[in-house]
């Protein structure tokens, strides 16, 4: 269920950001980030890609790097044990070859395609919208509606919180529903029992007065017990003892 | 060869005193430059000379006295701060702390298990005095400038000590640390215009209103 | 043999190519024969294809290079996965250890896009079909995947080749419950990644019942048909997968070996037929139950061989 969920969630995310018509309209004009913030970007993405889709290329490296482990475990004396190789962990080479394959075809394709299908701009029309005479672009799904289905499902594990209007009268006036779902484990578990223990070790603030000099200070102590405590004490104050 | 590496790790010994005793910002600077072109010179005196240590020995040459006090004479030029006034800990006291902080590693460096080259006696004891020298003015000074030179001290000495493991440790990290401290002390200079612009002056003590 | 291999090879994606659309003329015959039409003659998908593919196309102002991507890249995606399988019990022209994963994810790849070109058209139309066919294959897909493990199981093997063919034969008699229930949970599989009753009704004409449908609303022209192509092109290839539990048999005879498995499948889009003829479309509500339902019969399968084969 990984998988698809995984598609799931990037479907929607990648949806509602990017693709359709702007949900809400722009407050300000957006400008693109100059081209020194955009190719750093690019080229860490691109790596990510590579790696991702053609693993293959990625293996001899990770492969120097687990040897070099293998050959510290040999200094300490007694045979060496070589760490596994990554390569029969997975069919890389397979998924590598049949990656490669699908994106040149895939890039083939949407040439084609594109080319076969090409409109000019003046041309093109709105969307279907099966006769209804006004949609706007609030009509559109966003990512709390694309998941609305996938969260009633899990429902028991996710525990959605809404807040719905309750209406009172014959024809009430204005109304919000608003609904989020917290991250369970974080916001459910983690954070209220760390909360709890902040609260219980709030007398040891008297440690931490602001000033540099004392931080320093409590380093210094620290680095010259760990120094002093790899020496016996008794060694240390031999050679002073007779003098 | 013995002779003159101790002749200068005494120098160095001295010019710690001279860091700890003085308040002018100026002379400071100086000083720990002509500390810094004294262990430059080093690598090349306690190990046989070969290329990787004639390139240390540059690099840190050039590094510790011409680039770094460049950049700290640049910070200072925009602040009207000449002299330490008001140290936490005064000159007389913080000079007895680093004479017992000498004797102490005189005396005790020798016990400590350490490796590498030890041809040179006075290496480890006089590592370990520049490193808690080091740490004295860091810790007794309010000045943010002055903490800077505190902190070159104390990279001082840690080289002096990484000066034993050359053989052992690979060039690249060597000029790793050097480039570590190149990038420390560019960072550290931002920061202490930025502490002048926002407080009007280098006193480390209005850092504490950073406290929550 | 070698030879049979590269025969089996070359064969593989002709069939692959120009079989699907025959199977969507069996089903809309066998639905026509139920309600006692004549119905659309069994070529007619492809009369259909080729006029798609002459046709022009409008666009809408909204969609960006991603609502022509996705049709080609489904494609690309449901083909490939078409040459992981072995059809005719033989092996598949590309088989390696733990390509039944690959072959699960590119199908998930190629819902992916179709549904990234659905939302690039910023209609609600094809975001509520979108929405509801990634829901769909969340649940659907540990139904397929726990089938397979059950098949990898009882056959030993680790790839789509090594489950299907001789091994089904023994499977049957001595896990026949197993193969009992993963037959039925595949079977469901196949309906609801094809978007056949009871999940959707491909013969709707209402926006608010479809869910493959109106995903691919806005496509016209020839993407329209690389996208009906595309479609009927995974009905073959999961059908494929029905038919190598059903037909364990494994004729040497070329050509006798690719006839059987073309009069199985056949025989696999007839029951699609008489399923969606007898069945109506299933409540939005209940179909996460059934497909819960699905999870649960190849779950079971799979639970009962760990009992009988340690």
């Not at chain 3, 690039?120 to 509801?132: I, L, N, V, W």
């Amino acid at each position: 269920m990984i998988g698809a969920l995984a598609a799931a969630c990037f479907v929607k995310a990648f949806g509602a950001v990017f693709l359709g018509v702007a949900r809400r309209p722009h407050e300000r004009e957006p400008v693109e980030a100059p081209r020194t913030m955009l190719v750093p970007m690019a080229a860490l993405a691109l790596l990510c890609a590579a790696i991702g889709l053609l693993p293959a290329l990625a293996v001899p490296f990770l492969d120097r790097a687990a040897a070099t482990w293998s050959a510290a475990a040999t200094a300490g004396g007694g045979a060496p044990v070589p760490l596994r190789t990554l390569a029969p962990v997975g069919p890389l080479g397979w998924i590598t070859v049949l990656s490669a394959a699908l994106w040149v075809g895939a890039a083939a394709a949407v040439l084609l395609l594109r080319r076969r299908m090409r409109v000019e701009d003046d041309q093109r029309v709105p969307t279907w919208d099966c006769g209804y005479a006004a949609p706007t672009a609030r009509m559109q799904y966003s990512s709390s509606s694309f998941a609305e289905m996938l969260v009633a499902i899990f429902r028991w594990a996710l525990r959605p919180r809404e807040h719905a209007p309750r209406l009172r009268e014959l024809f009430p006036k204005s109304a919000h529903h608003r609904s989020h779902v917290d991250d369970v484990v974080l916001d459910r578990w983690f954070l209220p029992v760390l909360r709890w223990i902040a609260r219980k070790l709030l007398w040891l603030r008297f440690l931490q007065p602001g000033r540099i000099q004392l931080y320093i200070l409590y380093v210094l102590i620290a680095v010259l017990a760990l120094a002093l405590s790899t020496v016996p004490v008794g060694e240390l104050l031999k050679g002073l003892v007779p003098r | 060869m013995s002779a003159t590496a101790d002749a200068l790790l005494v120098f160095v010994l001295m010019l710690n005193f001279v860091v700890l005793g003085s308040g002018r910002i100026r002379s400071l600077i100086y000083t720990v430059a002509a500390q810094g072109v004294a262990l430059g010179v080093l690598p090349v005196l306690v190990h046989p000379a070969g290329l990787r240590e004639a390139l240390v020995s540059i690099g840190a040459i050039v590094l510790k006295s011409a680039v770094i006090p460049r950049m700290l004479m640049r910070a200072m030029a925009d602040l009207p701060v000449r002299r330490e006034v008001q140290p936490l800990v005064g000159f007389r006291t913080s000079l007895v702390l680093g004479a017992v902080a000498t004797a102490a590693s005189l005396l005790l460096a020798s016990r400590l298990p350490v490796l590498g080259n030890t041809a040179v006696r006075l290496l480890v004891p006089a590592s370990f005095a520049t490193v808690l020298c080091g740490f004295i003015v860091l810790i007794a000074r309010v000045k943010a400038i002055t903490q800077v030179l505190g902190y070159l001290v104390l990279e001082n000495g840690i080289f002096l000590f990484g000066l034993l493991l050359l053989d052992a440790m690979p060039f690249l990290v060597e000029i790793g640390v050097l480039l570590d401290l190149f990038v420390a002390i560019f960072v550290m200079g931002i920061i202490i215009n930025h502490i002048h612009r926002e407080f009007s002056s280098i006193s480390t003590e209005r850092l504490s209103t950073l406290r929550e | 043999m070698m030879s049979d291999r590269a025969v089996d090879a070359a064969v593989q994606p002709l069939l692959l190519l120009l079989l699907p659309p025959l199977l969507l003329g069996v089903i809309v015959k066998t639905k026509a024969a139920f309600a006692g039409r004549v119905g659309a003659p069994l070529l007619q998908p492809y009369h259909d294809l080729w006029k798609l593919l002459r046709k022009g196309a409008v666009l809408s102002r909204t969609t960006t290079s991603v609502f022509l991507a996705g049709p080609a890249i489904t494609w690309v995606a449901v083909v490939l996965a078409g040459l992981l399988v072995p059809l005719a019990g033989g092996a598949a022209p590309i088989r390696f250890d733990g390509d039944l994963i690959l072959f699960a994810y590119l199908l998930a790849l190629g819902r992916f896009f179709t549904a990234l070109a659905a939302l690039d058209t910023g209609s609600s139309f094809e975001g509520m079909g979108a929405a509801r066919e990634m829901t769909f294959a969340c649940l659907a897909e540990p139904a397929l995947f726990l089938g397979l493990l059950a098949l990898a199981r009882t056959s030993g093997g680790e790839s789509l080749s090594d489950l299907f063919g001789a091994p089904i034969a023994a499977s049957w008699s001595s896990a026949t419950p197993t193969m009992v229930l993963v037959l039925f949970g595949l079977f469901i599989v196949l309906l609801v990644e094809n978007s056949r009753i009871p999940f959707d009704d491909p013969n709707t004409h209402l926006e608010l019942t479809m869910v493959h449908e109106v995903m691919v609303l806005d496509h016209g022209g020839p993407a329209l048909g690389v996208v009906l192509h595309g479609a009927a092109v995974k009905l073959l290839v999961l059908s494929s997968l029905v038919v190598g539990l059903v037909v364990p048999v494994r004729v040497d005879a070329a050509p006798l070996r690719w006839a059987l498995f073309v009069a199985a499948t056949l025989a696999v889009a007839v029951a699609v037929g008489v399923v969606e003829s007898t069945m109506a479309r299933l409540r939005l509500l209940y179909v996460p139950n059934l497909l819960m339902g699905a999870c649960l019969l190849t779950g079971f399968g799979f639970l009962l061989l760990l009992g009988t084969h340690p």
